[in-house]
Each structure stands twice: as C-alpha cells, then as structure tokens.
Nanobody
Framework: VQLQASGGGMVQTGGSLRLSCAGS????????MGWFRQAPGKEREFVGY????????YLSEAVKGRFTISRDSAKNTVYLQMNSLNPEDTAVYYC???????????WGQGTQVTVSS
C-alpha cells in the first residue's frame, strides 16, 4: 500500500486539524494503519493506530482524549482528528501501514503540523 498524508498546516493553541492518509495500490482493509510523528531533534513517536478492518484503535497517552483515528474503507483513507492542539504537538506527521502485529511498519510521506502559542 502506498500512502500519502495530507491536511497539515499551522494552527493556534487550542485549534484543530484533521489529517488524511490516502492509500493506493491495494485496499488497506486488512492492514493496521498507524500515525507517527517526529518533532525537530526528536525521535519518531508513535501516536496511534487503527487495527485491520477498523475493529479497534489505540492512541498514545500523549494524545488520548484529544485525537481520534478513523478510517473510510470505501475511500481507502484513514484520518487523524486532532483537537485541543498545543505547541508540543508540532511535528511532521506520518501515516504507516503493516500487514500484522509482528510486521514492520511501511511509511508514507509526512505532513507538517505547526501549533503556535
């Protein structure tokens, strides 16, 4: 599955953004779909993922209660709704896919999110 993230931009503290990740090449229904982020000078950080077929989702403690993950299988797209953003959320956000819990993540291109105070 080839992935392309979009929807990033600049917002003020407390604002919202919705990121999209469009898949091409094959349906990602059987895949786990994840979101990661990397802030300047920091390692890539796991944000959350939607399990295959959208049966469940998981979010890291850093974003739980503010972010949600959803997927639209008809559009082969997964979303990351981000609310109550703060400057610590500033990063390049990447979507990724994997064929199973033991498989490595396959990355797509990222999208920049900048939150100003």
């Amino acid at each position: 599955v080839q992935l392309q993230a979009s929807g990033g931009g600049m917002v003020q503290t407390g604002g919202s953004l919705r990121l999209s990740c469009a898949g091409s090449g094959r349906s990602f229904i059987p895949y786990d779909m994840g979101w990661f982020r990397q802030a300047p000078g920091k390692e890539r950080e796991f944000v959350g993922y939607s399990a295959s077929r959208g049966l469940s989702s998981y979010l890291s403690e850093a974003v739980k209660g503010r972010f949600t993950i959803s997927r639209d299988s008809a559009k082969n797209t997964v979303y990351l709704q981000m609310n109550s953003l703060n400057p610590e959320d500033t990063a390049v956000y990447y979507c990724a896919s994997r064929s199973g819990a033991q498989a490595p993540w396959s990355w797509g291109q990222g999208t920049q999110v900048t939150v100003s105070s």
